[in-house]
């Protein structure tokens, strides 16, 4: 029996921040990505030479990292860290104080006393930056501009340099000198970010490939027809011709730019958010590109499910998936992989929560498990088991960046008996597809449909906006007058604008602090086409095309409850409850698999916080092979509830303060069709008014089985005597 090949696949990209016509970038993330997850990714696989994988590097991405170290590009955060702390003007000092604190607070800020101290001071929630900023002294500011960037370094810069180890250590009160030697640094690190990818191709670690140049949805570029495939109601934009030839481009140029920078063509391609069709095969083929992948969902859809996942995860016809596939289009041939989706959910979104070596340990017993349930039913070749997710987004949710996770991977994936890693180029070279897809079903990674980028209206009008931009260039370049050179930079403008990434944040699906700034970016790339053609731009382009509204995590509760912790349900006890719907909080991931916890309710009395969680289907059901259930309280900090054995009868709860037991604490259980949990806010030694944050998480051995929310906290107050009176004035 042949090893299982596991084959890693990290996508790393950005979309194109900077705005080429203005000479400005407002969006920090190719630098700040590059110093902690571009470098890091690679260094982890240099360090074990036997280790191969995949790494997809977007054009657009790899376009911003050269601006940065062979053009002096820079970015507003970093103009703003470069500025003298004794001179900084009252508006650059609002933005630092908005914006030198984006990053995980729980594994970015707080572990550094420093930068957590400056963090409390700045009082988010609290304070305005203009209240705020006069309580920053020069040093305060000076710190905040290091430690904004030196987050944002990967843990392993800081054991291979000693200097930047004890510049870290010193923790506060540098110089300006010692700032401005900390950005030299952060540029030698991003300069070093393409020859180490190189070098790491060249020793045979990595395969390298590519995706359409600015990251654009392929299908829908081919004919937003597309959409009603997966979403046969889908309602369409107003204007539906096609944009073969932009995609043709973005193609062409993806691997001409590759190429380039690598020395030898890619035959691999991730197609922008893994978003394919039948009728893209060709123009993908007609590059040279000989292989592509995408999520399992659309497998299961070409194939009239055959591939698909019971409520419990389990698949049926597993050996269909763990292989690959041929397409076949006009004469134009191409491989395909699919994505397990369960797997590469696994580490972008649960194991964060679980002892790294534990949480190794289990991905690659899963991975020889499949090779064990798939046995020889894939033929006379290995079983494929494909990981494909996001390289950088997820890690500044691990503890130190998920340094201890990837290193015991890597390592005890070289020495496992039953698992080999594998590049999927290597792969479908050697054990080419022999099965035919008919017809590949047009969709995405995420739900097997386009949604996310045609399926609200705000996506719709970017759309539409999009076309009467480009057709207004098609006609201008058609009667002629301004220089080849002027309407290639207008055409560059296009193709940025058809990247993935604006839609991405309109509508509902997805939000953050940065959808305004999107909205503008997007307006603004098409505002630049009629400039450069020397026409004044449309009115409508100055209007945001997103409502503004950014999506909350959670409702707030409305009045006090009055509950019977029974762990029945009651309509009516819950109706004055705040409301958390599980994966309300995707931001620049998303999760395809569903998790233990689906909704959660929550409220108050006048004594003591209640928490309602439903799960799949009955509480005590879907709990039964749980270790335990977890209420975790960052404020007030130190405080957990612990349920063990939250689905038998015999379930016990109790609160714990730093790990030690609060005596005589009061704490209700009940699980039965719904959990149901009070605290006494006493026993947590929270008074009215002040804040409340906590998590609920669910536990196997070991194993975070899952939590709510995934990412961030449930944010509240306690209520004082006279909350519902001061809700009723509201």
């Not at 194993?703 to 709510?708: G, V």
Request: with cysteine; charged share 25%.
């Amino acid at each position: 029996m042949h090893p299982i090949s596991l084959a890693l696949f990290w996508h790393q990209h950005q979309p194109y921040y900077p705005d080429d016509v203005a000479g400005e970038t407002l969006m920090p993330w190719v630098r700040l990505h590059g110093t902690k997850d571009y470098y890091g990714m690679a260094m982890h696989i240099k360090e074990v030479p036997e280790f191969r994988c995949t790494i997809n590097l977007v054009p657009s991405l790899l376009l911003q990292l050269q601006g940065y170290t062979e053009h002096g590009r820079s970015d507003r955060h970093l103009d703003v860290s470069r500025l003298p702390a004794d001179g900084m003007s009252a508006v650059d000092g609002h933005y630092l104080l908005d914006n030198f604190f984006m990053a995980s607070v729980e594994n970015m800020i707080r572990p550094y006393p420093r930068y957590y101290e400056l963090y409390q001071k700045r009082g988010f929630g609290v304070d305005s930056a203009e209240k705020a900023l006069p309580r920053f002294s020069e040093r305060d500011i000076r710190d905040l501009q290091i430690w904004s960037n030196l987050t944002w370094m990967h843990e392993l810069v800081f054991e291979y340099d000693t200097e930047l180890r004890a510049f870290r250590q010193k923790g506060r009160f540098w110089t300006e000198q010692e700032k401005n030697w900390l950005l030299d640094k952060q540029r030698e690190i991003l300069k070093s970010i393409i020859p180490l990818h190189r070098e790491l191709v060249e020793g045979g670690q990595v395969e390298l490939t590519t995706t359409p140049f600015y990251h654009p949805i392929l299908p829908l570029l081919f004919d937003k027809r597309a959409a009603r495939i997966a979403m046969p109601g889908c309602e369409l934009p107003k204007y539906l011709e096609s944009y073969r030839q932009d995609a043709q481009t973005h193609l062409e140029r993806a691997v001409k730019y590759h190429t380039e920078l690598f020395g030898k063509p890619p035959i691999g391609m991730w197609p922008s958010e893994g978003s394919v069709s039948q009728e893209i095969i060709p123009a993908i083929a007609a590059t040279g590109i000989k292989w592509i992948a995408t999520d399992e969902e659309i497998l299961s859809h070409s194939l009239g499910g055959q591939v698909a996942r019971d409520p419990q995860g389990y698949l049926r016809q597993p050996e269909l998936l763990y292989r690959p596939w041929q397409l076949e289009e006009q004469g134009q041939e191409l491989q395909i992989v699919f994505r397990d989706h369960g797997l590469s959910d696994l580490i972008g979104f649960h194991y964060q929560r679980s002892q790294p070596a534990h949480a190794a340990g289990d991905l690659l017993g899963r991975v020889e498990s499949i090779g064990r349930s798939v046995g020889e039913r894939v033929g006379n070749r290995p079983t494929l088991v494909s990981i494909i997710l996001d390289g950088e987004n997820c890690w500044e949710y691990y503890p130190e960046g998920g340094v201890e996770f990837l290193r015991t991977l890597y390592r005890e994936c070289v020495k496992h008996p039953n698992v080999k890693s594998t590049c999927i180029g290597d792969y479908v070279r050697d054990f080419p597809a022999t099965d035919r897809i008919g017809q590949l079903f047009a969709g995405s990674w995420i739900s097997h449909n386009f949604a996310i980028w045609i399926g609200h209206s705000e996506d719709r009008e970017a759309w539409d906006l999009l076309h009467v931009t480009r057709q207004f260039l098609v006609q201008a370049e058609a009667r002629g007058g301004l220089e080849p050179s002027e309407y290639a930079r207008a055409w560059e403008e296009i193709y940025i604008a058809e990247g993935s990434d604006w839609c991405w944040w309109y509508g509902d699906d997805h939000s953050s602090a940065l959808d305004a700034l999107f909205d503008q970016l997007f307006r603004k790339h098409l505002q630049n086409v009629y400039s450069i053609l020397r026409v004044p731009p449309p009115s409508n382009l100055n209007r945001p095309i997103s409502s503004g509204q950014q999506r909350i995590l959670h409702s707030s509760p409305r009045g006090f409850l009055d509950i019977v912790v029974d762990g029945r349900r009651s309509y009516f006890e819950w109706l004055n409850a705040g409301n958390y719907i599980a994966g309300s909080e995707r931001g620049t991931m998303a999760m395809v698999t569903a998790g233990v916890i689906k909704e959660i309710h929550f409220g108050f009395d006048i004594d003591q916080l209640m928490i309602r969680c439903d799960t799949a289907t009955r509480a005590s059901d879907d709990l039964r092979q749980a270790a335990e259930l977890r209420i975790g309280f960052v404020e007030p900090a130190g405080y957990v509830v612990r349920v063990w054995n939250p689905g038998l009868p015999t379930a016990k709860a109790s609160l714990y303060h730093d790990n030690l037991l609060v005596a005589d604490a009061q704490i209700a259980f009940a699980a039965e069709q719904i959990v149901e949990l009070t605290v006494q806010f006493a026993d947590l030694k929270a008074p009215a008014n002040s804040p409340l944050q906590w998590y609920v998480e669910v536990l196997g051995e070991k194993q975070s089985l899952d939590r709510a929310p995934r990412e961030g906290v449930m944010d509240m107050l306690v209520p004082s005597a006279d909350f519902e009176r001061i809700m009723w004035q509201a």
